[in-house]
């Protein structure tokens, strides 16, 4: 979900930007996040991924957090932000003070990401053909797997990868014409 997220982005012009990025210093985590998101013109919140896991078998709410972050953030200043679901009507029993709000739905798959991404941003000229989208998402696969067989990771929520991943969807966006 995160290649195509990426993939998705940096072909309709985006620069994807996550909170791994950023250097811990001597800032705590929650200021780090605060920053990104009031640094970036829009933000993307995907609630699907709220799911009892762990050894205690609670949620996580980091996103439903997240997200009320770049409420306030757009509150304040020019700040948009989009809510990815999985399924139709879940965030209404599970967030019902967002009613009023339309989450974008991506039924859980890469295709999913990419026309949510294209509803959300790919509005503005001429936005690329989804079968290119789907091609560049193969390919940032490939590369990402590729990363985390060389640092021995299992997925690709670590600092390097994620610029990596980042710098090889610009590549690909470049080579398929989508980013000038």
Do not use: W
Not at 10 to 27: D, I
Not at 54 to 72: C, D, I, K, W
Not at 131 to 143: C, E
Request: hydrophobic letters at 40%; glycine letters at 8%; charged letters at 20%.
């Amino acid at each position: 979900m995160l290649v195509a997220l990426l993939a998705g982005l940096t072909a309709v012009g985006c620069e994807p930007h996550c909170v791994l990025e950023v250097p811990t210093g001597s800032q705590h985590r929650l200021d780090r996040i605060y920053g990104l998101i009031a640094s970036c013109g829009a933000s993307i919140h995907d609630l699907s991924r709220v799911a009892v896991s762990g050894p205690l078998r609670v949620p996580r709410f980091n996103m439903p957090f997240e997200l009320g972050l770049a409420y306030s953030i757009g509150r304040e200043r020019a700040h948009s932000f989009f809510v990815f679901e999985e399924r139709s009507h879940r965030l209404q029993a599970s967030l019902s003070d967002f009613n009023g709000f339309d989450p974008h739905i991506h039924e859980g798959t890469q295709d999913g990401i990419l026309r949510c991404v294209l509803d959300c941003f790919g509005t503005q000229g001429q936005p690329p053909e989804f079968s290119t989208l789907k091609a560049v998402t193969r390919k940032l696969s490939r590369a990402v797997a590729k990363l985390e067989r060389d640092q021995g990771a299992r997925h690709p929520f670590h600092p390097y990868i994620f610029r990596q991943a980042v710098n090889a969807a610009v590549q690909l966006g470049l080579a398929e014409g989508l980013i000038l």
